[in-house]
């Protein structure tokens, strides 16, 4: 099993011990995501010490106050590092409105491009935003790998699912009593394009739910859509696996 998407950075234990868990769980691989410049190189630190661990570099929409060529070429500096795998988190973020949403959309679109440029995939977050999100991804990412972490737009899993090149990743919100309709949506998406994640240290999955998240709870998230799509957790469990190495070339 694989963590596709986690903030080791923001998680309490030391990074060694998350790790160190997750792998005697059987997680073998592991998507420490940056935010921001400083998260960003945490996430390269992580990448750095620990074989089974690898990046994705980006400015989230909530930090995405201010985005300029400046901040872009940071973040071309940092992307160039053999161990980053992906572009983001990127999008837009409606909900909270950190961060204006011209320069929310401005950081989104020069992620897309640097994407592009550096040929790694791209990583969406998007929250009450999935009208704009999924008009800028059609626009612009073209052919691009894309990631959508964290679903959340279960509504719209057809129209995700008709771009052959997005690839679909659940997080521990999947488990939760009143997301059924995210667990449909789960059941739709082919073995190839599915994707698991932790989103650590938030959503912990049902089980654990009163806790801080970490990597190695993307198990029990795994085995309860295993349930949902009636396979054997080893069935899902490779099926991911090789899902996410496809997307993430890692």
């Not at 995501?33 to 990448?47: H, I, N, Q």
């Not at 997005?166 to 789960?186: D, E, H, M």
């Not at 240290?201 to 709870?217: A, D, I, T």
């Amino acid at each position: 099993m694989n963590d596709s998407h986690t903030h080791l950075d923001l998680c309490e234990p030391p990074d060694a011990e998350l790790v160190a868990a997750a792998s005697e769980a059987g997680v073998t691989r592991i998507l420490t995501v940056g935010r921001d410049g400083a998260s960003c190189r945490a996430a390269l630190a992580a990448a750095e010490d620990f074989p089974q661990v690898y990046a994705a570099m980006g400015r989230h929409p909530n930090e995405a106050s201010g985005f300029d060529d400046a901040d872009l070429a940071e973040l071309q500096a940092l992307a160039a590092h053999p161990k980053c795998a992906a572009i983001g988190e990127t999008g837009l973020d409606y909900y909270r409105d950190n961060a204006p949403r011209s320069d929310q959309q401005r950081a989104f679109e020069a992620q897309i491009d640097l994407a592009r440029q550096t040929g790694k995939p791209l990583v969406i977050h998007t929250r009450a935003a999935a009208d704009d999100t999924l008009r800028t991804l059609s626009e612009r990412a073209g052919e691009l790998p894309v990631i959508l972490h964290c679903f959340s737009m279960p509504e719209r899993i057809e129209e995700c699912l008709a771009h052959e090149r997005w690839w679909i990743s659940f997080a521990g919100n999947v488990t939760y009593p009143k997301a059924q309709a995210l667990r449909v949506a789960a059941i739709r998406v082919p073995a190839d394009r599915l994707l698991v994640e932790t989103d650590a240290p938030f959503l912990s999955p049902q089980p654990v739910r009163s806790k801080r998240n970490e990597p190695v709870n993307v198990v029990r998230t795994a085995q309860a859509l295993a349930v949902e799509r009636r396979v054997s957790y080893e069935q899902l469990e490779a099926a991911v696996d090789r899902a996410a190495a496809e997307v993430l070339r890692w």
